[in-house]
């Protein structure tokens, strides 16, 4: 639904950009220039839109047209394959789920599945032994995950709270991967205060994840830490041990957030509030509150259900759905749907320290 949004506000653009004689009538171009608009358009702390017109200008033409593909597109490549191996390792936790047998043990192929991004990395004189230990760590993560989903789905498995809480830490190595990308590209040295602070927030921001997308999570038979508490201290006491660790989380977040620099700190909060009013659009004020979702006492049952709701649903609206989207959109238009998330910089969104 988000896609078909953001196609809604770019198709809007568009019919604004030529009613305005803007149009360069070449299609990819006005796509651009509509993307590049809606962006200047956000929220940007205290940027009216002349000071940000003054940026692009006073800045941008510094930069050369090769200099920005190589900064976008290693940035945009590396997360994009971490995602398509993360995807990877879901779809064989779903199928998992289904077998219980012990012929549904998947393993992790013996070749490193990094190799080619290792490969790319060290062609272009990025990588380092600290970029290389946390692409060990993701390998790590998703063994370690597919162990624990595979636990949950085996009554007579045993999950223990040490690997759990092993695996939300290391479920965030994509964000310190490319953390330590954009050190590299800035010729800077990393700055260990700036990690241990981002590495206490990404907790913070899994967990949250996590209790967000907790139904879609046992659905999938993926890591989830509310699922893995609810296995490990049942479904009344798995919320309250939750909640301790986030309070636990939350204190050292402060304790942190006032050794930084007070600027630095202030822009950071800045890129929070303007990250849960997008997020959250029906809270009044910039900040978010804790939610833990009803618990799934019974997931195998939960995601026979789910699956059956959706097979019917397939069959009502397959046919139909096709020629209601394409009278929507209008010419071939339906083949942006394919460029959106090829489009999305979120990755760098995550990385507040660097906008």
């Known amino acids: 639904?988000?896609?078909?949004?953001?196609?809604?506000?770019?198709?809007?653009?568009?019919?604004?950009?030529?009613?305005?004689?803007?149009?360069?009538?070449?299609?990819?171009?006005?796509?651009?220039?509509?993307?590049?608009?809606?962006?200047?358009?956000?929220?940007?702390?205290?940027?009216?839109?002349?000071?940000?017109?003054?940026?692009?200008?006073?800045?941008?033409?510094?930069v050369s047209a090769s200099t920005l593909d190589v900064l976008l597109q290693t940035v945009i490549n590396d997360e994009s394959y971490i995602y398509q191996l993360d995807t990877?390792?879901?779809?064989?936790?779903?199928?998992?789920?289904?077998?219980?047998?012990?012929?549904?043990?998947?393993?992790?192929?013996?070749?490193?599945?990094?190799?080619?991004?290792?490969?790319?990395?060290?062609?272009?004189?990025?990588?380092?032994?600290?970029?290389?230990?946390?692409?060990?760590?993701?390998?790590?993560?998703?063994?370690?995950?597919?162990?624990?989903?595979?636990?949950?789905?085996?009554?007579?498995?045993?999950?223990?709270?040490?690997?759990?809480?092993?695996a939300i830490h290391l479920k965030s190595f994509d964000y310190r991967v490319l953390n330590l990308l954009l050190y590299q590209l800035r010729g800077q040295p990393v700055n260990e205060l700036h990690m241990e602070f981002l590495s206490v927030s990404e907790f913070?921001?899994?967990?949250?994840?996590?209790?967000?997308?907790?139904?879609?999570?046992?659905?999938?038979?993926?890591?989830?830490?509310?699922?893995?508490?609810?296995?490990?201290?049942?479904?009344?006491?798995?919320?309250?041990?939750?909640?301790?660790?986030?309070?636990?989380?939350?204190?050292?977040?402060?304790r942190l957030s006032r050794a930084l620099d007070p600027e630095l700190c202030l822009n950071y909060w800045r890129r929070c509030e303007e990250a849960t009013r997008q997020g959250c659009s029906n809270l009044k004020h910039g900040v978010g509150k804790w939610t833990i979702p009803s618990i799934i006492v019974d997931e195998e049952s939960f995601r026979l259900q789910a699956f059956a709701e959706n097979t019917v649903l397939l069959k009502c609206f397959s046919s139909s759905a096709r020629s209601n989207d394409a009278d929507l959109l209008g010419r071939d238009d339906f083949g942006f749907l394919l460029d959106v998330k090829a489009q999305d910089l979120c990755s760098l969104a995550k990385l507040p320290f660097f906008s």
């Open 88 to 166: 990877l390792n879901e779809n064989e936790l779903l199928r998992s789920a289904d077998d219980t047998s012990e012929n549904s043990c998947h393993k992790w192929s013996s070749r490193n599945p990094f190799e080619p991004l290792v490969h790319l990395l060290q062609q272009q004189g990025l990588m380092t032994e600290r970029i290389q230990n946390e692409l060990n760590l993701g390998v790590e993560y998703w063994k370690l995950e597919r162990k624990l989903c595979d636990g949950l789905t085996k009554k007579n498995t045993t999950i223990g709270i040490e690997d759990v809480m092993r």
């Open 204 to 254: 913070l921001v899994e967990v949250s994840d996590d209790l967000y997308d907790y139904e879609e999570d046992v659905i999938d038979n993926t890591f989830n830490i509310l699922r893995m508490f609810v296995g490990i201290y049942g479904p009344s006491k798995a919320p309250v041990m939750l909640a301790k660790c986030i309070t636990e989380a939350e204190e050292n977040y402060d």
């Open 1 to 62: 639904m988000e896609e078909l949004r953001t196609l809604q506000r770019v198709q809007s653009m568009l019919f604004a950009i030529e009613a305005a004689g803007l149009s360069t009538n070449d299609r990819d171009s006005d796509r651009f220039i509509a993307n590049f608009v809606l962006f200047m358009g956000q929220q940007r702390g205290a940027l009216d839109m002349q000071k940000r017109r003054d940026l692009i200008y006073g800045h941008l033409n510094k």
